[in-house]
T-cell receptor, first 113, second 110 residues
Framework: AQSVTQLGSHVSVSEGALVLLRCNYS??????LFWYVQYPNQGLQLLLK??????LVKGINGFEAEFKKSETSFHLTKPSAHMSDAAEYFC???????????FGAGTRLTVKP | GAVVSQHPSRVICKSGTSVKIECRSL??????MFWYRQFPKQSLMLMAT?????????EQGVEKDKFLINHASLTLSTLTVTSAHPEDSSFYIC??????FGQGTRLTVV
């Protein structure tokens, strides 16, 4: 069974500061890993995903994440936070066969002016 | 990327009535779709896996008679919340191909 743990239910940064949202996964098979963003009362928007190949994955809106197998981590980063980045972020894992996705509890990102 | 359309985006219904939510894959065929539920300020929880032409697979604790899933074609899966009650009020989201999600449906039962 797969699972995801997001450390920190709430992260607050200043505008222009580094964003780091942590995600650790557990999977008995090589995982697919995802980061999604959710704005209030909206669906999920895919930021980026790791399937195979390069472990540093670049996504939309300047976000990137690095798959570290040795640490079972897939942390999301952005060099400089923007006010529009304030939202809920979900890390998710799926197995390669079934595609059903398991989500972390989410991290609410607040960006202070 | 693949597009998944979910309808309606918002619905208010009276307690005891049934509500149907549609999930369509617009530019691809999906033999499998997934239904999630999200309570306020919480994460998404997988409810069931919808399989085209066969019965859905429900997660533990999800009442299959309450949440009826039909996957009649390769582009459409429906979730019907039967005899809805206020505790069923939630945000329901479908997905296909694992990573592509519909816009979600906010269900409010009054």
């Amino acid at each position: 069974a797969q699972s995801v743990t997001q450390l920190g239910s709430h992260v607050s940064v200043s505008e222009g500061a580094l964003v780091l949202l942590r995600c650790n996964y557990s999977s008995s098979v090589p995982p697919y890993l995802f980061w999604y963003v959710q704005y209030p009362n909206q669906g999920l928007q895919l930021l980026l995903k790791y399937t195979t190949g390069a472990t540093l994955v670049k996504g939309i809106n300047g976000f990137e994440a690095e798959f570290k197998k040795s640490e079972t981590s897939f942390h999301l980063t952005k060099p400089s936070a923007h006010m529009s980045d304030a939202a809920e972020y979900f890390c998710a894992v799926s197995d390669r066969q079934n595609n059903d996705m398991r989500f972390g509890a989410g991290t609410r990102l607040t960006v202070k002016p | 990327g693949a597009v998944v359309s979910q309808h309606p985006s918002r619905v208010i219904c009276k307690s005891g009535t049934s509500v149907k939510i549609e999930c369509r894959s617009l530019d691809f065929q999906a033999t499998t779709m997934f239904w999630y539920r999200q309570f306020p300020k919480q994460s998404l929880m997988l409810m069931a896996t919808s399989n085209e032409g066969s019965k859905a697979t429900y997660e533990q604790g999800v009442e299959k008679d309450k949440f009826l899933i039909n996957h009649a074609s390769l582009t459409l899966s429906t979730l019907t919340v039967t005899s809805a009650h206020p505790e069923d009020s939630s945000f329901y989201i479908c997905s296909a191909r694992g990573a592509f999600f519909g816009q979600g449906t906010r269900l409010t039962v009054v």
